[in-house]
């Protein structure tokens, strides 16, 4: 606060003093004010009450009608679903795991009929920079915007008909070393055509200079251009849980040879809408009225991590993907996602299939790379080791 009140004192005299005779000068200065304002958090409307967590966020418990999703003009008229229609999702964790924690719980909860919105900056993911995106399977040494900034090392299954996928994945913080880089961990359910595909997302994610381990969601309508967002930033995905907030840091992480901690990430189709669990925790849902492709099913399913690489000093970033480790180090070093599965229609029930055969996949694999599990660690079905550290005398690019 003090800082904004300095800098509006120092430009308010700098104008005085030099506006009369530099008028570019009092240009850059209002810029800076412009670039405070766009800086400083905003309250969302229909806020019912405001908790401060110990970790600096900023938590408004909205009320329910006035969330973000209903601002999308397809919207308007949406009738609130407060559960699907037949619940076959979540993961049930055990012990420790079963509950998210979640900081800002210590100072207080969100009365039952608002939902908790973490209030975030409007540069937290500035556009034209760390844009996020999908690996294809036929650009086996770039990503597809063709510019090489988007790092893969994922599976995926595509060609079916798929209701909905999931996983348990292990949760890490990966250093995140330059200014518009970031690392993350997901699924990506979704369809249509690469340059207007359509995806739900949700998994952990770290940025630059937070750094801290954030569970996320994602959505784009129209192949990552316009039409989407992270978490409620945008009118779109409707939440329904009063104890969650998206985009909130998830503690504790696994380390090196050590406890690993995990999360279970649900996505799955129920009448018109895509619904996601986190553990066996509903969080809310994307209506299907707001996709074209994902109106219908996916027609492909990845899990897997990505990077943004900004080329720092000319070179590839020293981000990390995953612990920073590669796939092959294998558990309790590397990243892994486990029980894959899919969620297919068999004759009219839903049920989930543990996906069989996957399709691995890395940008760079000398940067970061994936490792298909064959054998059966304990219950831990279907699953794969990736990541990596960026650059390195193996990765020097
Ligand atoms: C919402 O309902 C109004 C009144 O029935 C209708 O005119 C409008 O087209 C509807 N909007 C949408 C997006 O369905
Ligand atoms: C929980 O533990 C039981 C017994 O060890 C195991 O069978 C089950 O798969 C575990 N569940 C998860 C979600 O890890
Ligand atoms: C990928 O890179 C390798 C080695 O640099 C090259 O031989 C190959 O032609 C490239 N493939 C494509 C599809 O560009
Ligand atoms: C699921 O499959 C049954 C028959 O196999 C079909 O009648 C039904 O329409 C399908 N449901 C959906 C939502 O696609
Ligand atoms: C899979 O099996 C092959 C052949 O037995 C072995 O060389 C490889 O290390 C195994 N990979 C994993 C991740 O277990």
């Not at 690996?135 to 597809?144: A, K, M």
């Not at 907030?245 to 996505?267: C, N």
């Not at 839903?350 to 055969?357: A, D």
């Amino acid at each position: 606060m003090a800082y904004v009140n300095n800098n509006k004192l120092e430009c308010l005299l700098f104008f005085l003093f030099a506006s009369s005779y530099v008028l570019g000068d009092t240009f850059v200065c209002g810029r800076k004010i412009e670039n405070m304002k766009n800086n400083v958090l905003v309250k969302r409307k229909g806020t019912i009450k405001t908790i401060e967590g110990e970790d600096g966020d900023i938590i408004d418990c909205v009320d329910i009608y006035q969330q973000p999703a209903f601002d999308h003009p397809l919207l308007k008229n949406h009738t609130i679903q407060m559960k699907p229609s037949s619940i076959s999702g979540g993961v049930k964790m055990n012990s420790s795991q079963a509950e998210l924690i979640q900081d800002w719980h210590k100072n207080g909860q969100c009365p039952k009929g608002t939902i908790p919105i973490r209030r975030e900056q409007q540069d937290e993911h500035p556009h034209g920079r760390g844009v996020k995106w999908i690996p294809r399977r036929t650009q086996l040494n770039q990503s597809i915007n063709n510019d090489n900034h988007n790092e893969f090392a994922t599976v995926d299954i595509e060609g079916g008909t798929f209701y909905g996928g999931r996983a348990i994945l292990n949760v890490w913080n990966p250093v995140v070393y330059s200014n518009g880089d970031f690392s993350l961990a997901q699924i990506w359910v979704t369809a249509g055509p690469d340059k207007e595909v359509n995806t739900v997302e949700a998994g952990w994610k770290v940025d630059y200079p937070d750094r801290k381990t954030r569970l996320f969601i994602f959505w784009t309508g129209d192949g990552y251009k316009s039409k989407g967002c992270y978490n409620l930033e945008c009118p779109g995905f409707v939440q329904i849980n009063h104890k969650f907030a998206l985009g909130s840091p998830i503690k504790p992480v696994s380390r090196y040879s050590a406890q690993q901690f995990e999360i279970g990430i649900t996505i799955y189709k129920r009448k018109r809408n895509w619904w996601l669990h986190v553990q066996d925790q509903i969080l809310g849902y994307w209506p299907g009225s707001i996709f074209h492709y994902l109106a219908s099913t996916a027609t492909r399913i990845v899990w897997g991590g990505e990077v943004y690489n900004t080329n720092p000093n000319g070179h590839h970033t020293r981000t990390q993907m995953g612990s920073g480790h590669f796939g092959n180090e294998g558990y309790g070093k590397a990243s892994y996602f486990r029980n894959i599965e899919y969620m297919d229609n068999y004759s009219g029930k839903f049920i989930y299939v543990q996906v069989r055969s996957l399709h691995a996949y890395a940008t760079r694999p000398f940067c970061y790379n994936v490792e298909v599990a064959n054998n059966t660690v304990g219950g831990f079905g279907t699953h794969f080791y990736f990541g990596g550290p960026g650059y390195s005398t193996l990765c020097a690019v």
